[in-house]
């Protein structure tokens, strides 16, 4: 079986609330583990175990540990888009630069699995399709902020913008959290340096 053909869909879709309160415990004791050893060291047996239920009904809500993986990474890009959102709406553009950035670098650094399962993106199509969801979702609306406050923006140019943003900060903020604190830090000022300065020349 090709990574191509891996079915990560669940088996049952949670509609009783028992169910759905066994699938976040199965999801957050496999974030837990893929945390702490990371996701190819981790086994469906062991989620299983810290789920306190067996092999064989973990299998009935999954059908293997892509699975598990997918659904956490919709969790964290339902959170992400959800926060962009909120503090979007209450900020002009340029302070947001610096509250977002800061935003989705605690994002990064705290929540559980973001690394381990973010680092393997590019290895597994369904993450890489969930990517670009959140970056195309991010980019509608900043696109739609930037046409409300900037109407002098060129269209294409615009849109550029709000593709640039969210791609190239998301791709440093995945670099920091894999430094040590201070080095992390730094690398996040200078970030927002440079979001600051392309904003500024962007609406001027």
Same mark, same amino acid.
């Given at each position: ?10 088996? !049952?879709?949670?509609? @009783?609330?028992?169910?759905? %309160? !066994? ?7 496999? =974030?837990?583990? &893929? ?33 598990i993986v997918h659904a956490i990474a919709e969790q964290h890009v339902e959170k992400m888009e959800r926060a962009l959102r909120e503090r979007l709406q209450q900020l002009?553009?340029? /302070?947001? #630069? /610096?509250?977002?950035?800061? %935003? &989705?670098?605690? &994002? ?13 993106? %590019? ?5 890489? /399709?969930? /990517?670009?969801r959140e970056l195309y979702s991010n980019a509608k609306d900043l696109d739609a902020r930037l046409k409300e406050q900037c109407p002098q923006i060129p269209d294409d !140019? !615009? ?9 190239? =900060? ?6 920091? #959290?894999?430094?040590?604190?201070? @080095?992390?830090? @730094? ?18």
């Amino acid at each position: 079986m090709t990574v191509e053909s891996i079915d990560v869909a669940p088996r !049952r879709r949670p509609v @009783q609330a028992r169910s759905r %309160e !066994r699938v976040d415990t199965i999801l957050s004791h496999a =974030a837990a583990i &893929f945390h702490e050893v990371g996701v190819d060291a981790a086994s469906m047996s062991a989620i299983a175990r810290q789920s306190g239920m067996s092999l064989a009904s973990l299998y009935r809500y999954f059908p293997n540990k892509a699975a598990i993986v997918h659904a956490i990474a919709e969790q964290h890009v339902e959170k992400m888009e959800r926060a962009l959102r909120e503090r979007l709406q209450q900020l002009g553009l340029i /302070d947001a #630069v /610096d509250v977002l950035i800061d %935003e &989705f670098y605690k &994002f990064y650094r705290t929540e559980p699995a973001y690394s381990a399962i973010w680092s393997g993106v %590019e290895a597994m199509p369904e993450l890489r /399709d969930l /990517d670009l969801r959140e970056l195309y979702s991010n980019a509608k609306d900043l696109d739609a902020r930037l046409k409300e406050q900037c109407p002098q923006i060129p269209d294409d !140019r !615009r849109w550029t913008a709000s593709l640039l943003l969210p791609r190239a =900060a998301g791709t440093i903020l995945r670099l920091a #959290v894999t430094l040590p604190e201070d @080095q992390a830090r @730094q690398l996040v000022e200078e970030l927002k340096c440079m979001a600051r300065a392309y904003v500024r020349e962007l609406v001027s």
